[in-house]
């Protein structure tokens, strides 16, 4: 990992991906669920954003 990277919330990526893989699972974010809340817009999209 690049040494100027600050892991977010003590999260170690090589540990992760080393456990997941011993495990074999996939990883799931608790701080940053998949779901629609977490992916989507509620609202109408900022100006930066297109809409195609």
Avoid at 18 to 40: H, I
């Amino acid at each position: 990992m690049f040494s100027c990277v600050k892991p977010y919330e003590d999260q170690n990526y090589s540990a992760l991906r080393r456990d997941c893989r011993r495990r074999k699972v996939l990883f799931e974010d608790p701080l940053f669920p998949a779901t629609d809340d977490s992916l989507y817009y509620k609202g109408t999209p900022g100006p930066a954003v297109r809409c195609t």
